[in-house]
């Protein structure tokens, strides 16, 4: 081999065994064997395992419009590899591993039936537009969708602390208190001057008043209008048809 890498004027340097530092082959498999475990530890908790061949390619995927190319630096790897730009326009990039439901189109549910079905979405599907490729766990089998929506369980929505939220207020309050006409202007500006005091002067809030509800006895049983149900699903699939039966 170090005869046919100098004939070929190729420079190389050894490096002791068991050293993956400087290896390129095994710091790439590193990066992406952490990258997956990642993936896999965000799915959601009812998300059937054996699916996971189906996020190979998201995250392969991922990973290559994280990083640039080694060949042109000034173009992402998933560029040099694929030839083009990654389309955000035309493809998701969802959540491995979520929750969704997809749309069902009039002519193939029934007239009662549930309008969407359950699904895992598995990722995008290139040679569709806005299109999800989904496993159905009630006929077990892969279908493409682009009428779904997701429930993201790991992913919270950002929401304002009281001080942001406040902020946020008097920001809007002020622009359209600016519009407003003289007369409007100045009624609002006195009810605002008005409870601006009355919240000035109080120290302490005021406490909820709390209503006293009658308790029942045993001579003036409540009327029961509705049978309790006897029966509790736990089901992780709540449009399946066994489901809805029972």
């Known amino acids: 081999m170090k005869a046919f890498l100098a004939r070929k004027d190729c420079k190389w340097q050894f490096v002791e065994p068991s050293n993956h530092h400087v290896n390129v082959a095994e710091r790439a498999i590193q990066t992406f064997t952490n990258h997956f475990i990642s993936g896999l530890c965000a799915t959601n908790k009812n998300w059937p395992f054996q699916l996971w061949d189906q996020l190979t390619h998201q995250a392969t995927s991922k990973l290559n419009l994280l990083r640039t190319s080694r060949i042109d630096p000034t173009k992402l790897a998933y560029e040099q590899t694929h030839g083009a730009k990654y389309n955000w326009n035309t493809h998701h990039m969802t959540p491995p591993g979520t929750r969704a439901i997809m749309y069902e189109a009039p002519a193939s549910r029934a007239s009662w039936g549930p309008r969407d079905t359950d699904a895992w979405c598995c990722g995008p599907e290139l040679y ?5 490729k989904f496993y159905v766990p009630e006929t077990r089998s892969y279908r493409t969708s682009g009428s779904f929506d997701l429930f993201l369980q790991h992913c919270l929505l950002p929401e304002f602390t009281l001080k942001q939220h406040a902020n946020e207020v008097h920001g809007e309050l002020i622009d359209a208190i600016q519009k407003l006409e003289a007369p409007a202007k100045k009624l609002i500006l006195t009810k605002l001057a008005t409870a601006l005091q009355s919240l000035s002067a109080a120290n302490d809030p005021q406490p909820i008043q709390r ?3 009658p308790e029942t006895t045993e001579d003036e049983p409540s009327i029961q209008r509705v049978n ?6 736990m089901s992780t699939n709540p449009t399946a048809p066994r489901t809805l039966k029972a």
Do not use: K, L, Q, R
């Open 228 to 233: 309790p149900s006897p029966i509790i699903t």
């Open 128 to 132: 569709h537009y806005w299109n999800c």
């Open 211 to 213: 209503v006293a509800v």
